[in-house]
């Protein structure tokens, strides 16, 4: 497995990459990079006790927009590590319809061969540009050449057995080195992007493989199947395009004509079973509550039970080979409201050992998200705005009423967490929004009073702030 220089975070150095984007919440960031940490510390062990550190899985309580997943989603970027997030309460138990718990292992692996993949595509790319522009300077050199007459076809044999001669089609003579070499330096200087050529690509199938390939039956890929089929392998179709157009696809066909894939596949499911992250949203959904008995709270244990084995270390088969959980890190996340950590059996929460409690986010909260994380919601809108050449600035006192308002909204009907801010943004810049694109150049400051102006007529209706906030 490759060495990724990301691995060797210590704790302390995951919880600052995390403040970067996530505000707050420092016990679940704690908690998360001593996880990751510890794998890390396994790697280094040598010997048969290696095999026996098992991760300590994480169940973060707390509601809704408080930061569980994206603390988990940043936690898998930094690590570089395969990571899924799933609904515990969309699975059904084995035997019922529905998508049973095995099919997250085949998700997490699938984003692991995607991960490694283009890893390996970035280490092959100046050799794939390289490939990339010889066969378009090929293919340029192909449409301006004279275009020759088609040799008529041999005379048919009798009862349609071929031709009585066999009719090749002569190979085309190479072009000229030094008519190469101009077309190559014309390229190189951007002279040739509108110029149309006539290229082979991929062909991505028939409307028959793609209603079977979907569905419940992950497993089955039939277009897999008939690809191993005479008649189907390496099915092209002709398409004319420019030249700016074609250079991504033609450099991405070199890449992967670059690529060990049963290498790739080999290392992402090493990475699945050594570095996986499976984030289990909703874990409180399929938990039973205290006293209650029959109909879907069997079919909540049932989901519970089929977890089991997965938490525990099972072997799951996937197309791509046998995958082994032992060592995947599950994080499970739930608002807990009803159903308590304790109504979930007692075999489960034994594979939940740390346990962290979210607070929900305040007034002062909202206002570091805000302005803290570099992905902020008022620098995101900035950059969208001055895309249409319109420069939108923030005043701090427009950040204060900002998350006022999104405190208040949440006060009055659900409270849906820092989701809030993005219902109370778009309200507020709504106008703008709609108008950007015509009103030209321009400077938009956003004070309280823009905020007031616009935002107080629909926090003052009870029922209107309930459709738009």
């Not at 992402?268 to 949203?281: C, H, K, N, P």
Request: aromatic share 4%; hydrophobic share 40%.
């Amino acid at each position: 497995m490759s060495k990724n220089k990301n691995r060797d975070f210590t704790p302390r150095e995951t919880v600052s990459e995390l403040d970067r984007y996530i505000i707050g919440q420092d016990a679940a960031k704690r908690a998360v990079a001593i996880a990751l940490r510890n794998r890390w510390r396994r790697q280094q062990v040598e010997g048969d006790l290696k095999d026996e550190i098992a991760p300590k899985n994480i169940v973060m309580i707390g509601p809704t927009g408080c930061g569980k997943t994206e603390i988990a989603r940043r936690l898998a970027k930094l690590a570089k590590a395969p990571f899924v997030k799933v609904e515990a309460s969309k699975f059904t138990e084995v035997g019922y319809v529905g998508r049973d718990v095995e099919s997250m292992i085949r998700d997490l692996v699938e984003v692991a061969i995607a991960l490694v993949q283009e890893e390996e595509m970035e280490r092959v790319q100046t050799k794939a540009k390289e490939n990339a522009e010889a066969r378009i300077v090929e293919l340029v050199a192909d449409e301006r050449r004279p275009q020759v007459p088609q040799q008529p076809q041999a005379p048919q044999g009798p009862r349609g057995f071929g031709p009585f001669v066999l009719n090749q089609q002569a190979e085309k003579p190479p072009h000229p080195q030094n008519e190469l070499d101009v077309i190559r330096a014309q390229l190189r200087n951007g002279d040739l992007e509108d110029e149309e050529v006539e290229v082979n690509v991929q062909d991505t199938g028939s409307p028959f493989m793609k209603v079977f390939g979907q569905g419940g039956m992950e497993e089955l890929n039939l277009k897999d199947m008939l690809g191993q089929l005479p008649g189907f392998q390496g099915k092209t179709k002709q398409r004319r395009a420019k030249v700016k157009d074609v250079r991504r696809l033609i450099e991405d066909e070199e890449a992967k004509k670059l690529i060990d894939m049963d290498g790739v596949t080999r290392r992402a499911i090493e990475r699945t079973e050594q570095s996986g992250i499976v984030f289990l949203d909703e874990i409180d959904k399929v938990a039973s509550r205290q006293g209650a008995s029959g109909g879907p709270d069997v079919s909540r244990e049932g989901v519970q039970r089929d977890l089991l084995p997965l938490v525990e270390g099972s072997t799951v088969s996937t197309k791509h080979g046998q995958v082994k959980t032992d060592h995947i890190l599950f994080i499970a996340a739930g608002a807990f409201h009803v159903a308590q950590v304790s109504d979930l059996i007692p075999e489960l929460q034994g594979r939940f050992p740390i346990r962290v409690e979210l607070e929900p986010l305040k007034q002062e909260d909202f206002v570091r998200i805000l302005k803290e994380p570099r992905n902020a919601l008022t620098k995101q809108y900035t950059a969208l705005m001055a895309t249409e050449k319109v420069e939108l600035t923030f005043e701090d006192d427009a950040i204060e009423a900002l998350a006022a308002y999104a405190a208040t909204a949440n006060e009055r009907s659900e409270n849906i967490g820092a989701r809030r801010l993005h219902t109370v943004m778009e309200a507020l810049l709504e106008e703008l929004s709609f108008a950007a694109a015509e009103i030209g150049r321009q400077t938009v400051v956003v004070n309280a009073a823009y905020v007031k102006e616009r935002l107080d007529p629909i926090l003052g209706d009870a029922e209107l702030s309930k459709f738009i906030l």
